[in-house]
């Protein structure tokens, strides 16, 4: 059967799905998180394969770039796999999400550690950051897979924030899925056939919007030049839960950048 007609026929099973799906996005991550039982490369969420080979094409950026004085910000962090990561890196690791019980979960994987903190904010809201900044000083900013799932006045939003926390000596770290093919071939891509739908990917679709990709253009409009200067961006591989009935490593292209901001852009005071 040709990839094309496997694609059309899991046109229904989707629409269902993704029918039940909540139209406002802050009640659809809670209502995702909520359900979630289990994470890490065997568990639910699609996106939490904790992969420390998908964290070293970041760690020579971060060790070269990240400030090692200043606090780090995981923005989006869901269960923090990679705030407790960051935790072993810097001072101070805060996780940020928009969602409750994904900080509860958060936290709860996080016990012993003691310099990793989670806080419900949503970093889109106007005076997050300046929320954050009173809080924490200038920090790194950490981001993985939540600009892709916001609309372009949210991800604007949420860089002007960005902006904010990083002052004169933060840096940003984005990661982002920037697949380019349409849903049905992401979804075929990442291991959906009309024989079978593997459960993460189920639990995304009947929960969650449809994710956009988030790649250099996208970045261009949500993190405008007056304010960012790009030190370094382009591909690197995002990896989700192994999806295949072998088990075997699955990987999304991605679109990464490291930023910081213009001298004399920034919002706010300066500590
Ligand atoms: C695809 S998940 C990525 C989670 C985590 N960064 C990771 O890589 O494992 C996107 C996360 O962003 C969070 N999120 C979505 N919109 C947000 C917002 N406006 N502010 C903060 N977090 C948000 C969601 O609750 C979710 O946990």
């Known amino acids: 059967m040709s990839k094309l007609w496997d694609r059309m026929l899991l046109v229904p099973t989707v629409v269902r799905l993704a029918s039940r799906a909540p139209r406002n996005r802050d009640t659809a991550w809670e209502g995702y998180w909520q359900g979630i039982r289990a994470t890490g490369r065997s568990g639910d969420v699609l996106w939490d394969a904790d992969s420390m080979a998908e964290r070293a094409q970041y760690s020579d950026a971060v060790a070269a770039h990240f400030d090692p004085d200043l606090p780090v910000v995981d923005v989006g962090c869901g269960n923090g796999s990679n705030t407790r990561w960051l935790a072993g890196l810097f001072p101070r690791a805060l996780g940020i999400d928009v969602s409750t019980g994904a900080i509860e979960r958060a936290s709860k994987e996080a016990e012993g550690i003691h310099n990793a903190g989670f806080m419900v904010l949503d970093a889109s809201r106007a ?21 892709h799932v916001l609309k372009p006045d949210k991800q604007a939003a949420m860089a002007a924030n960005l902006r904010t926390i990083v002052g004169n ?67 690197v591989n995002i990896e989700v839960v192994p999806m295949n009935p072998g088990g075997l490593s699955q990987w999304v292209p991605g679109y990464y950048a490291l930023l910081s901001g213009t001298e004399g852009s920034r919002t706010g005071q300066e500590p």
């Open 169 to 235: 000596r933060g840096r940003v770290l984005l990661a982002e899925t920037n697949f380019r093919g349409n849903s049905l071939a992401y979804l075929t891509e990442l291991g959906a056939s009309p024989q079978r739908m593997p459960a993460q990917l189920q639990r995304a679709l009947e929960n969650l919007p449809r994710p956009g990709h988030f790649g250099a253009r996208e970045r261009h409009n949500a993190f405008p030049a007056s304010d960012w200067k790009v030190i370094a961006d382009g591909p």
């Open 127 to 147: 005076g997050a950051g300046e929320l954050l900044l009173e809080r924490l000083g200038p920090a790194n900013v950490f981001v993985r897979g939540v600009f």
